[in-house]
């Protein structure tokens, strides 16, 4: 616990670099996704298929490297594993720095946590893990298609309360 709050006090504390900014230029509906994989041919897998469904894509190697990217940036979309950088998957130091966001930052995030205990779309789980989506790692082979249909869901989920905060000036 000490170790994570030691890395997100140390990616907080540290002064503005403009190469940590993960894009130069986003046009207009243009969507971000930030993947944490350790695994290269997985996370070759995600971001080959985050980018047929027309997403810009950063990829972290270690958690420090995924937080710099979300220290100047508000993904459309993060995708974790849940041993990402960590050898205990209840650990994770990505994932608590989402969870510890207020909720109004927090929803404009759609996370995916590929998991190898967790089956795919487990909703209880994601409640649990405080994620939008769960994808085992046996179905990475389709992962474009489980998050296209997890982001759609959560669209139609939420447009009204987005609608909303629009309407009162906070969104």
């Known amino acids: 616990m000490e170790e994570q709050k030691a890395l997100l006090n140390e990616v907080a504390s540290e002064g503005y670099d403009a190469g940590d900014k993960p894009f130069d230029f986003v046009g207009e509906g243009g969507e971000t996704a930030l993947v944490c994989e ?3 041919s997985v ?29 100047f940036h508000l993904f459309d979309l993060v995708v974790v594993n849940e041993r990402f950088d960590m050898t205990d998957p209840d ?3 990505v994932l ?11 929803r404009r995030f759609f996370v995916a946590l590929v998991s190898e ?3 795919t779309t487990d909703n209880m789980a994601a409640f649990n893990r405080s994620v939008n989506l769960v994808i ?19 669209r139609v989920f939420y447009h009204i309360f987005q609608e909303t905060l629009q309407k009162m000036g906070k969104a």
Do not use: H
């Open 96 to 106: 608590e720095y989402l969870e510890n966001l207020n909720m109004t930052t927090r």
């Open 136 to 154: 085992n790692l046996k179905n990475i082979g389709d992962v474009g298609t489980i998050i296209k249909q997890g982001v759609a869901d959560n």
């Open 38 to 40: 350790p695994d290269p």
């Open 91 to 93: 650990t994770n130091d």
């Open 117 to 119: 205990k967790y089956r």
């Open 43 to 71: 996370r070759e897998k995600i971001s080959g298929s985050l980018k047929e469904l027309g997403y810009q894509i950063t990829t972290a190697e270690k958690a420090k490297d995924a937080l710099k990217a979300m220290r």
